[in-house]
């Protein structure tokens, strides 16, 4: 069974540094895409980024680009999401999602995981 | 940068025929699919490459996409399907893009 498990919530200040993470089980997580999509309280999903962790290839949203970093450690079969400075629009749920299908034409998420609440209040 | 629309809410009655658009310029040239998002969950694959089903997922759910408009059809809407709802194009240079989302209310 594919299975997404991401760490649990957060709570942290304005400024502060975090990393969060998705490991993945039931299939080979070295040849799929993982994707990271935030979805801020009370609004809709947006994509952040995408990571092969076989080669750790990345490609970000340019809305994310340079705000975030996606990273993977493929030995233990798990992505990463990582911000140095955070700030409190960054409140919000953020998922991690399998990539099946990456091609020139075609990509769509098949499995999702649980999801991380992240609150960055003073 | 690539774009797809969704209108914010639509409503349906029990047992009728639900309609949720996306539109995109040339949506048709590209695959779309539809994940589905009910309160507190997170989102759940229903239609991928325009009308493919994943497995578990009931037929009533179809979808099409032609032109500039992707749809996602559900046949005899049951209470349990009311839920934000989202579509999601592939574009060669943008990758993923997510339209805004539609709310499906059954009453």
């Known amino acids: 069974e594919v299975q997404l498990v991401q760490s649990g919530a957060e709570v942290k200040k304005p400024g502060e540094s975090l990393k969060i993470s998705c490991k993945g089980s039931?299939?080979?997580?070295?040849?799929?895409?993982i994707g990271w999509v935030r979805q801020m309280p009370g609004k809709g999903l947006e994509w952040m980024g995408i990571?092969?962790?076989?080669?750790?290839?990345?490609r970000y949203s340019p809305s994310f680009e340079g705000q975030v970093t996606i990273s993977a450690d493929k030995s233990i079969n798990t992505a990463y999401l990582q911000w140095s400075s955070l700030k409190a629009p960054d409140t919000a749920m953020y998922y991690c999602?399998?990539?099946?299908?990456?091609?020139?034409?075609?990509?769509?998420?098949?499995?999702w995981g649980q999801g991380n609440l992240v609150t960055v209040s003073s | 940068s690539y774009e797809v629309t969704q209108p914010p809410s639509v409503s349906v009655s029990p047992g009728q025929t639900a309609s949720i658009t996306c539109s995109g310029d040339?949506?048709?040239?590209?695959?779309a699919c539809w994940y589905q998002q009910k309160p507190g969950q997170s989102p759940v694959l229903v239609i991928y490459?325009?009308?493919k089903r994943p497995s578990g997922i009931p037929e009533r759910f179809s979808g099409s996409n032609s032109g500039n408009t992707a749809t996602l059809t559900i046949s005899g809407t049951q209470a349990r399907d009311e839920a934000d709802y989202y579509c999601?194009?592939?574009?060669?240079?943008?990758?993923?893009?997510f339209g805004g989302g539609t709310k499906l209310t059954v009453l």
């Open positions: 999602a399998r990539l099946k299908e990456f091609s020139s034409s075609s990509g769509f998420f098949d499995y």
């Open positions: 039931g299939y080979s997580f070295t040849t799929y895409w």
């Open positions: 999601q194009a592939w574009d060669s240079s943008t990758h993923v893009v």
């Open positions: 490459q325009d009308s």
């Open positions: 990571i092969y962790p076989g080669d750790s290839t990345t």
């Open positions: 040339k949506l048709g040239d590209k695959y």
